[in-house]
């Protein structure tokens, strides 16, 4: 499927949910009526819904009707919430990665992760959200759309730097670094040929990367000012 097919369902949607259902559904409640959701509820729910498709699909390859299949909602809700396919996916990389969240992506005895470590799950999802930020910036979405989230990210890992020797420099620097590494195996492992035993190598510098952080930090000059 060629990529950034989808915006159609943002146009003209006023018209279609004339004929819609005035509040999305999900499963029968008692009694065989479908209970009401809220937006917020219904946002969350097709959210979720997208996060579990990426796991398992490359992104061009997800629907609307495969959204809303998985989230149990009617697909014009996607298009009356939020405009387009592709600001629904844009909206999933801003969902931070919580303990709440690697239980819903693994629950219900869905294996979407082949793993049982949790740093490996993190991983996964990791690379999973790194893919479709490319596939994003591939369809033209401004860069500008993930730097807000981007810096939240990179502020929470800076954070696991307590080494009271360390500058902000040198904790911004191996933070980037990380990030970047982590990025570079997601989108161009394959394109180098990488193996799982480079793909898992590669993680365990990152993670170990404070380690080495006192050294490197007077060998590059970042414990002096800018």
Sequence with gaps: MPPCTHTE????YAERMSAAPKTPTNR???????PRLSRADAESQMLLAAAKLLLRHPPADITVHMIAGEAGV???YIARYFT???ELLIRVTEIPLTDGLLKELTAE???LVPSSSPSQIQLKISNTRHQLIAYLL????????FTKAQEALIKNIMDLFTNPELTERSRRNFTLIGVLLMQATALMG???GM???????????TFGIGAITPLAQKSFGWDQPT
């Design 74 to 76: 009617h697909h014009d």
């Design 84 to 86: 387009s396919r592709e």
């Design 138 to 145: 591939a369809c033209g979405v401004s860069p500008e759309r």
């Design 195 to 205: 193996t799982q035993q480079d793909r898992d190598d590669i993680a365990a510098f």
């Design 109 to 111: 005895g869905e294996v």
């Design 9 to 12: 369902y943002a146009l003209n």
């Design 28 to 34: 029968a409640a008692p009694g065989g009526k479908k």
């Design 190 to 192: 394959d394109v180098n």
